[in-house]
């Protein structure tokens, strides 16, 4: 099964039009040890000022993910426009090394090339936001106590805006962590790899449409599982892969198990991130979706009943996954050989390479508590297939014994940071949802998909997202104030 390794982006409407500026800074290649210490890249950042306040305001910094920066920036209008209002703050969007045009060897080819992508590391990337945060105070005229900074980010960047907050409290002030699941790791205690799919299969709860979804999954594995020796089966597997191809409309024929395979993999892909783009309006940052997208897949799923043949069961399946594939109709076929990178359009080589070292983030599907089937997570196949693509070795355990929160006991010490969560995104299940403390509040949202409170604000948002923004907005500036001139929210500028 797809693991979902592949994005974990902020998944959100665009904002029009280009309001920033754009910079390079020349950042080391490697900040640990003695080697190569010499050797700098051009990493890039954007700077929008139009709301910020230069006696010494805030700095929303956003922590970039697994993808060019613009894509980050066009996709979060709660910071770039919401808060950046309210806070009068400078917002400042860095891109992660080796993506967009952060590469530090010249160019993607030769940067992802084994050795030269081993310090393709997300600690390597939280000291490039560390170097670089200490310069840029600097260069605003800013001392240690004044212009507080904000790290915010969503999904890995959520992930990475909440470690640096607990690993470098001396530079970052406060964090919004959004949808960051930082316990989705191997030594977190009571972890429950299941959790991911079956919130997904929540998403489809209407009308029986997980239990029909399911059927299907369910008679692609049973071929796919079973030995196929005589040419009695043979002749009777032709017939269903040439019924099954039709009722899908597939690009090319399936005519094997490894067919099934990828179509499986094909629904997977559509499934999962309908349910994380669960969104009340329509969107198209992956792909052209109507709002509400998983309930969408369901309409097509009512056809189907007790009687239905193999053929009105995938002809429904094939209309419920064009709600992700083919929403805007160009396509004239399903082409399931999209596999694991159906969602994107984007080289994800790189965030695979994390995957494979300090990101691991294990997850199982069971087809019991879920609507899929039974695929446990196989550590030993996973580390063989890392070593062979990427020349890396997953080390499981790293990210909680390094970061800290294997247990709600470690994460007393840590602080000003606010997770937000929403209750049909999948991520949840190893995200901070539960009270932890004043100090790390924690918002669980309910109708909210994944990170929905980072998007621009708009007609149609859950209450509970604008609750949350408020809730956001409220500890924000509670943990910043110190760092600010007195009277900086009275005296608010109007802009």
């Given at each position: 099964?797809?693991?979902?390794?592949?994005?974990?982006?902020?998944?959100?409407?665009?904002?029009?039009?280009?309001?920033?500026?754009?910079?390079?800074?020349?950042?080391?290649?490697?900040?640990?040890?003695?080697?190569?210490?010499?050797?700098?890249?051009?990493?890039?950042?954007?700077?929008?000022?139009?709301?910020?306040?230069?006696?010494?305001?805030?700095?929303?910094?956003?922590?970039?993910?697994?993808?060019?920066?613009?894509?980050?920036?066009?996709?979060?209008?709660?910071?770039?426009?919401?808060?950046?209002?309210?806070?009068?703050?400078?917002?400042?969007?860095?891109?992660?090394?080796?993506?967009?045009?952060?590469?530090?060897?010249?160019?993607?080819?030769?940067?992802?090339?084994?050795?030269?992508?081993?310090?393709?590391?997300?600690?390597?990337?939280?000291?490039?936001?560390?170097?670089?945060?200490?310069?840029f105070k600097k260069s605003l005229g800013c001392a240690d106590d004044e212009c507080p900074v904000i790290a915010i980010g969503g999904s890995y960047g959520g992930m990475l805006a909440a470690w640096i907050r607990m690993k470098f409290p001396n530079v970052v002030d406060a964090s919004l962590a959004a949808s960051a699941p930082i316990y989705q790791f191997l030594n977190r205690e009571g972890l429950n790899q299941t959790l991911f799919y079956s919130i997904i299969t929540r998403n489809y709860a209407q009308n029986g449409c997980s239990d029909k979804i399911h059927q299907a999954y369910q008679y692609l594995t049973n071929i796919i599982d079973s030995p196929m020796s005589t040419k009695y089966f043979k002749y009777q597997y032709d017939s269903i892969f040439a019924n099954i191809s039709q009722a899908m409309n597939t690009c090319e024929p399936i005519t094997n198990s490894t067919g099934l395979t990828q179509l499986r993999t094909y629904m997977d892909t559509a499934y999962s991130y309908m349910a994380m783009t669960n969104y009340p309006q329509a969107s198209s940052f992956l792909r052209s979706m109507p709002a509400w997208p998983a309930n969408a897949s369901c309409i097509p799923m009512e056809a189907v009943n007790s009687n239905s043949t193999v053929f009105e069961l995938f002809s429904a399946i094939k209309l419920s996954t064009d709600t992700f594939y083919n929403y805007d109709q160009s396509a004239n076929c399903s082409d399931i050989s999209q596999g694991d990178d159906g969602a994107s359009d984007n080289d994800m080589s790189g965030w695979n390479i994390l995957a494979c070292s300090d990101m691991v983030l294990p997850m199982a599907s069971n087809g019991k508590t879920d609507m899929f089937y039974n695929q446990p997570w196989n550590f030993e196949q996973y580390k063989e297939w890392c070593n062979y693509t990427y020349g890396v070795t997953p080390n499981y355990d790293w990210a909680l014994d390094f970061y800290g929160g294997r247990n709600d006991l470690e994460m007393e010490n840590f602080s000003n940071i606010f997770f937000s969560n929403g209750m049909l995104d999948p991520w949840s299940g190893g995200s901070p949802t539960e009270y932890l403390s004043e100090d790390l509040p924690t918002n669980y949202m309910y109708a909210s998909a994944h990170h929905n409170d980072l998007r621009l604000p708009q007609e149609g948002d859950p209450e509970s997202v604008?609750?949350?923004?408020?809730?956001?907005?409220k500890y924000l500036k509670k943990w910043i104030q110190h760092k600010l001139p007195p009277n900086y929210f009275i005296n608010k500028s109007d802009y």
């Open positions: 099964m797809k693991s979902f390794l592949v994005i974990l982006l902020i998944l959100a409407i665009s904002c029009n039009g280009q309001d920033y500026k754009t910079y390079y800074f020349d950042q080391k290649v490697n900040h640990e040890g003695f080697e190569m210490n010499d050797l700098t890249f051009k990493q890039k950042y954007l700077v929008k000022d139009d709301f910020y306040r230069y006696d010494k305001g805030p700095i929303l910094f956003y922590c970039g993910n697994e993808g060019p920066i613009e894509m980050f920036y066009n996709n979060t209008g709660f910071q770039t426009h919401t808060l950046a209002k309210e806070l009068n703050g400078l917002v400042v969007f860095m891109e992660h090394r080796y993506f967009g045009e952060s590469w530090p060897f010249g160019n993607e080819e030769e940067s992802l090339k084994k050795g030269n992508n081993k310090y393709l590391t997300s600690l390597q990337a939280l000291n490039d936001y560390v170097v670089f945060l200490n310069w604008v609750q949350g923004r408020e809730l956001e907005i």
